[in-house]
Nanobody
Framework: QVQVVESGGGLVQAGGSLRLSCAAS????????MAWYRQAPGKQRELVAA???????NYADSVKGRFTISRDNAKNTVYLQMSSLKPEDTAVYYC?????????????WGQGTQVTVSS
């Protein structure tokens, strides 16, 4: 079994910063990609940022230049540093951890952490 736990959400004013963390634990041999998604009320879940095991990153256009994803492979942890936050960044943020089981990949999701940006 693999557990994924996010932390770091909260309420912040527009222009402020927050740092989200996501730690994976359990029966993990290797982690492939790690990513952050978000879902705002009435909207579909969308990819915010992703990072591969080698450190290659990918960002949604809406967060480029403001958010930074990073990971600590030794701790099976991924971070999302969010700066210059806008009210439209308000959403529940979910962590996705892609675990390798031989040639097979499986996604594990966290429970989500609320980020609210006030104007």
């Amino acid at each position: 079994q693999v557990q994924v736990v996010e932390s770091g959400g909260g309420l912040v004013q527009a222009g402020g910063s927050l740092r989200l963390s996501c730690a994976a634990s359990g029966s993990i041999f290797a982690i492939n990609a790690m990513a952050w998604y978000r879902q705002a009320p009435g909207k579909q879940r969308e990819l915010v940022a992703a990072i591969t095991s080698r450190g290659s990153t990918n960002y949604a256009d809406s967060v480029k230049g403001r958010f930074t994803i990073s990971r600590d492979n030794a701790k099976n942890t991924v971070y999302l540093q969010m700066s210059s936050l806008k009210p439209e960044d308000t959403a529940v943020y979910y962590c996705d951890v892609v675990v390798e089981f031989g040639l097979r990949l499986k996604d594990y999701w966290g429970q989500g952490t609320q980020v609210t940006v006030s104007s």
